[in-house]
């Protein structure tokens, strides 16, 4: 789910997978070219629905319209960041 007002709240599934179970995530938004958009690191999992999730507030004013990526990865201490998943949105402003 994206909104855009001020902010956009994008909520990211994570695929689900045995081994679920880091603590923290990180999620980087990069343009489809590959420009660094924002990261939000230290996320934590929520539930919602039953569902696990990974929150977050994007900000309208960061993403002009466009095609982005969101890499989604777990984090846990003193391992490297694990790929979870690619998530893909297109910003259409009006």
């Known amino acids: 789910m994206l909104r855009l007002a ?3 709240l994008q909520r990211l599934l994570p695929p689900d997978r045995p081994a679920f179970t880091d603590p923290r ?3 980087e938004v990069h343009t ?5 958009v924002v990261t939000f690191g230290a ?3 929520q539930s919602a629905g039953g569902a696990q999730t990974v929150a977050m507030d994007l900000p ?4 002009s319209t466009g095609d982005y990526e969101i890499a989604l990865k777990g984090l846990r201490d003193g391992d ?4 979870i998943g ?3 949105f ?3 402003k009006q």
């Open 6 to 8: 001020r902010a956009a």
């Open 25 to 27: 995530f990180r999620a």
């Open 32 to 36: 489809r070219g590959g420009k660094e």
């Open 43 to 45: 996320l934590a999992r």
């Open 60 to 63: 309208a004013s960061a993403l």
């Open 80 to 83: 490297a960041p694990q790929n």
């Open 86 to 88: 690619y998530y893909y």
């Open 90 to 92: 297109r910003i259409q």
